[in-house]
């Protein structure tokens, strides 16, 4: 059984940063893409990053780009999200997810495109 278990979400202040963690089992870690998305309330899961099955290859969104960084360690089997200069816009849930397929970036933007995801993170910045 495939699991996905976030942590490390919280209540931050703009300008603050936070580490968000996910810790995957069940599945042979590096054969997947690895996916960061965010829901805030009453709008749609929208992609945040992702990185390649070795770590070469990340992409972001354009509204995190030079503040998030995503990172994977393979031997540990987790996926982490550095999250710094955080804003009130970044409030939200925070999902990790897999992805067996191929890396492009068209690909991995896109919730449909992931097999798994964990159950969520709430991350919360105050003005």
């Known amino acids: 059984q495939v699991q996905l278990v976030e942590s490390g979400g919280g209540l931050v202040q703009a300008g603050d940063s936070l580490r968000l963690s996910c810790a995957a089992s069940?599945?042979?870690?590096?054969?997947?893409?690895m996916g960061w998305f965010r829901q805030a309330p009453g709008k749609e899961r929208e992609f945040v990053a992702a990185?390649?099955?070795?770590?070469?290859?990340?992409f972001y969104a354009d509204s995190v780009k030079g503040r998030f960084t995503i990172s994977r360690d393979n031997g540990k089997n987790t996926v982490s999200l550095q999250m710094n200069s955080l804003k009130p816009e970044d409030t939200a849930v925070y999902y990790c997810?897999?992805?067996?397929?191929?890396?492009?970036?068209?690909?991995?933007?896109?919730?449909?495109?992931?097999?798994?995801w964990g159950q969520g993170s709430q991350v919360t910045v105050s003005s």
């Open positions: 997810a897999a992805r067996s397929g191929a890396w492009h970036n068209f690909l991995v933007v896109a919730t449909t495109n992931y097999d798994y």
């Open positions: 069940g599945l042979t870690f590096s054969d997947y893409v």
């Open positions: 990185i390649s099955w070795s770590g070469a290859n990340t």
